[in-house]
């Protein structure tokens, strides 16, 4: 162990790990550019939606806005065969109202006027954006596609581990592990730059193919996570059928009563009842327009046939594990509000393209070129 601190470069395990490295970063290399360059991009999701789609954001008209009722019923009526599953009120990066809309075949994602309620248009099936998201979550191979992007997150995961050990320069030298000498020759600079760029970067890429991970494989994942710490089950509430031939009520009945029992709150969101015997349901922001990717929003579940309000899941005190279920897929996409943080998930995003562009001319360099040098 001494000599792997002080002399690292001379131990046969450091050698070892460097070929896997090498080779690992070799095979799965391109691959692990297209999906972080791709990821990076979709870190600005929403603000390319709108440089393509500009009619779909933009209001038409200014003043209050609409109530949400009028919003469900502007869509039902212009898709009188569909059902509409919930509505989202404007954010501070989307000024218009979200609806979905739809039926087992398809799903409608509309955006509608914040004022009039009018429907503005649906993002379409197949666009830049669209195919972006593909890309990067199935490779544009569907199942298949998914399934090989949980391998290269392992992959990728293991590029972590050993990287970590081959970056290691010794308890002498250790801090000129995290800087360039841009006087030395451009093959030492390129050495330093993967070797800085990694360390630097190495916890966050970690996290990305671990969360890549979870959201490939989630079932898995939630399984190893509840192992270790175990998961608050929850129940969401009911509403009670007595009567299998009842209507529910009306939606705007239902949101005014929730609004009755949310005083001084906007609503954010409202999701209509999937089945005979689910709640309606009204999520609450304290601000308006709803901050972006926010996670502070109260919930208030009704009884759709009464708008008695049900019982909420208990609020037990949440474990480790219940922390990290609800932080994967904000941390993995770069879900925040703030447009700083978003700009560091850019950023720290390109990490991993730079490491395989430079970690790329080392191998080329001291690998083939050697070769056809010989040859």
Same mark, same amino acid.
């Given at each position: 162990m001494s000599t792997f601190l002080d002399r690292p470069q001379s131990t046969l395990v450091r050698r070892a790990l460097f070929q896997v490295h090498i080779w690992v970063g070799v095979l799965t290399g391109l691959y692990i550019f297209v999906v972080c360059t791709t990821g990076a991009a979709l870190v600005f999701r929403i603000e390319m939606q709108r440089t393509l789609h500009p009619t779909l954001f933009t209001p038409t008209k200014t003043g209050p806005v609409a109530h949400p009722a009028d919003v469900i019923d502007s869509v039902t009526r212009a898709y009188p065969n569909q059902t509409v599953f919930g509505v989202d009120a404007p954010t501070t990066t989307r000024p218009t109202y979200l609806a979905y809309a739809g039926?087992?075949?398809? #799903?409608?994602? #509309?955006?509608?006027?914040?004022?009039?309620?009018? *429907?503005?248009?649906?993002l379409p099936d197949r666009s830049f954006v669209r195919s972006l998201q593909e890309l990067h979550f199935d490779l544009l191979a569907g199942r298949t596609g998914r399934i090989v992007n949980g391998l290269g997150a392992a992959c990728l995961l293991l590029m972590c581990a050993t990287g970590v050990v081959i970056w290691w320069p010794g308890r002498r030298h250790w801090r000129g592990g995290f800087t360039v000498d841009f006087r030395r020759p451009w093959t030492r600079i390129t050495w330093e730059v993967h070797s800085a760029v990694g360390i630097c970067t190495v916890l966050l890429i970690a996290m990305w193919a671990v969360t890549g991970l979870s959201l490939t494989f989630p079932n898995r994942f939630r399984d190893v996570v509840n192992a270790v710490s175990p998961l608050a089950v929850t129940r969401t509430p009911e509403s009670r059928v007595t009567d299998k031939t009842a209507a529910h #009520?009306?939606?705007?009945?239902?949101?005014?009563?929730?609004?009755?029992?949310?005083?001084?709150?906007?609503?954010?969101? *409202?999701v209509t009842p999937s089945s005979p015997t689910a709640a309606f349901l009204v999520m609450f922001s304290r601000e308006q327009p709803t901050p972006a990717a926010s996670a502070d929003l109260s919930s208030v579940y009704l009884d759709q046939y009464t708008g008695k309000r049900l019982a909420e899941p208990p609020s037990t005190g949440r474990s480790v594990g219940d922390v990290v279920m609800a932080w994967v897929a904000t941390l993995h996409v770069g879900g925040f509000g703030a447009t700083g943080l978003? *700009?560091?998930?850019?950023?720290?995003?390109?990490?991993?393209?730079?490491?395989?562009?430079?970690?790329?001319?080392?191998?080329?360099m001291r690998v083939v070129r050697r070769r056809l040098l010989r040859a």
């Open positions: 039926s087992n075949e398809r #799903l409608f994602t #509309l955006l509608l006027d914040p004022v009039d309620a009018r *429907v503005l248009g649906e #009520l009306d939606w705007r009945a239902l949101v005014d009563r929730a609004c009755e029992l949310a005083p001084g709150q906007h609503v954010a969101r *409202v978003r *700009v560091a998930w850019f950023i720290v995003g390109l990490a991993p393209p730079t490491l395989f562009a430079t970690g790329f001319i080392m191998w080329w």
